[in-house]
């Protein structure tokens, strides 16, 4: 596709139930990003992926939290025993490292509502 | 540590007006990008405009400019002859790295614009 995809949009989880959200970075982009954004607030920093080398995950509020990124391309964040504070949007990015002037490219977001 | 803010949560303007956002960061690093993005109620992040803190000159891009003041460290966003697709919330966010495009974007609180008819 011509944009960053994610899947699904929007997810309920129970609290305690593991939940997983899809990346489809923009093809041949090799920086990929996660981001949670809280609702009224500015999007926060989660893991950064190189390639298939998750270089920074200095952002993973916990070790419920986990990322993948095993052939490069598709990433999955994956969260376990969800609690209602994980309830946010879920926003993945994509880049080239000699775009300098763009930035990141955004996909729509996963919005995960936790009960 | 790097730290965005953006003291305006919610600024509103007439049709056809100009408006600034404001925006000043705090880094130690000389190298670094600062952007815009626009997010509507629909949720996409819509990226808007970009300085680096080498350019020497204001970034602008079609009714969007930035007015960057180095030695202030703020980057406000100049929205001119607003419309009333102009409403959403604006972030500002840094990266680090004015040469590379790899680091991880800060972003500041938003602030929501309101263009009225």
């Known amino acids: 596709g011509a944009g960053v995809s994610q899947s699904p949009r929007y997810k309920v989880a129970k609290r305690g139930q593991d939940v997983a959200l899809r990346c489809d970075p923009i093809s041949g982009h090799v920086s990929l990003f996660w981001y949670q954004q809280a609702l009224g607030q500015g999007p926060e920093f989660l893991t950064y992926?190189?390639?298939?080398?998750?270089?920074?995950k200095s952002g993973l509020p916990s070790d419920r939290f986990f990322a993948e990124r095993p052939e490069g391309s598709v990433s999955t964040l994956k969260i376990q025993r969800t609690q209602q504070e994980d309830s946010a949007v879920y926003l993945c990015?994509?880049?080239?490292?000699?775009?300098?002037?763009?930035?990141?490219?955004f996909g729509p977001g996963t919005r995960l509502t936790v009960l | 540590a790097q730290k965005i803010t953006q003291t305006q949560p919610g600024m509103f303007v007439q049709e056809k007006e100009a408006v600034t956002l404001d925006c000043t960061y705090d880094t130690s690093d000389p190298s670094y990008g600062l952007f815009w993005y626009k997010q509507p109620s629909s949720g996409e992040m819509i990226f808007l405009i970009y300085?680096?803190?080498?350019?020497?000159q204001n970034a602008t891009e079609g009714r969007y400019s930035l007015n960057f003041q180095k030695a202030r460290k703020s980057a406000n966003l100049v929205i001119s002859a607003s419309q009333l697709g102009d409403s959403a919330m604006y972030f500002c966010?840094?990266?680090?790295?004015?040469?590379?495009?790899?680091?991880?974007?800060?972003f500041g609180q938003g602030t929501t614009l309101q263009v009225k008819p």
């Open positions: 990015a994509s880049s080239l490292p000699g775009l300098v002037q763009w930035g990141q490219f």
């Open positions: 966010a840094m990266r680090e790295g004015a040469t590379s495009n790899t680091g991880k974007l800060i």
């Open positions: 992926f190189q390639n298939e080398a998750q270089l920074d």
């Open positions: 300085q680096g803190s080498y350019d020497q």
